[in-house]
């Protein structure tokens, strides 16, 4: 079984600042893991994935994560924030060869002008 | 490619009504996933297809709700009666099962369902 902790809901910045949006993992599989965005009003556009291969992902929009297995975290970071960026993020965990994704709480990020 | 494509968009009915929820996949993905999105429980899948069978219904949450694959462009999710516990938006998703590991699913914009 696997499961997913992101540890704020809430994730307030100023634009033009850094961004850590923090995941938790549980599985009892290698997993893959994925991290996916929500505008309001709109369906869940995928960021970017970790699948076994390197530990540093970088996605669309400056976004990017890493892969620390002995943490069991998956943190998705950007280094300057932008206005279009307010939005809910997902972090999601795949067991290998499962089709069951288990999504994440969601983090709700504002950027402030 | 035009992406996974749902309709309607909104859907506004009075509880004891019927309402099918329509879905097309990404050509050439054989996976398609149901998805139901509320305030208190979040994200749930509620079924899963893999070629035009359904593998998983355990999600669904009572025999009120049916959902069907008849081809491999074309699901619908519907619900009869509906109530207003019904209330959500619904997103279908679609993925190819060739490309594991990653076996990313790509969401559709969603129906807003409210049942009055």
């Known amino acids: 079984a696997q499961s997913v902790t992101q540890l704020d809901s809430h994730v307030s910045v100023s634009e033009g600042t850094p961004v850590l949006l923090r995941c938790n993992y549980s599985?009892?599989?290698?997993?893959?893991l994925f991290w996916y965005v929500q505008h309001p009003n709109k369906g869940l556009q995928l960021l970017l994935k970790y699948t076994s291969a390197a530990t540093l992902v970088k996605g669309i929009n400056g976004f990017e994560a890493e892969f620390k297995k002995s943490e069991t975290s998956f943190h998705l970071t950007k280094p300057s924030a932008h206005m279009s960026d307010a939005a809910e993020y997902f972090c999601?965990?795949?067991?290998?060869?499962?089709?069951?994704?288990?999504f994440g709480a969601g983090t709700t990020v504002t950027v402030r002008a | 490619d035009a992406g996974v494509i749902q309709s309607p968009r909104h859907e506004v009915t009075e509880m004891g009504q019927e309402v099918t929820l329509r879905c097309k996949p990404i050509s050439g993905h054989n996976s398609l996933f149901w998805y139901r999105q509320t305030m208190m429980r979040g994200l749930e899948l509620l079924i899963y297809?893999?070629?035009?069978?359904?593998?998983?219904d355990s999600g669904m949450p009572e025999d009120r709700f049916s959902a069907k694959m008849p081809n491999a462009s074309f699901s619908t999710l519907k619900i009869q009666p509906s109530e207003p516990r019904d209330s959500a938006v619904y997103f279908c998703?679609?993925?190819?099962?060739?490309?594991?590991?990653?076996?990313?699913?790509?969401f559709g914009p969603g129906t807003r369902l409210t049942v009055t």
């Open positions: 998703a679609s993925s190819r099962t060739r490309d594991r590991p990653s076996y990313e699913q790509y």
């Open positions: 599985s009892s599989y290698s997993p893959s």
């Open positions: 999601v965990v795949r067991a290998t060869n499962d089709y069951k994704l288990s």
């Open positions: 297809f893999n070629n035009n069978v359904p593998i998983d």
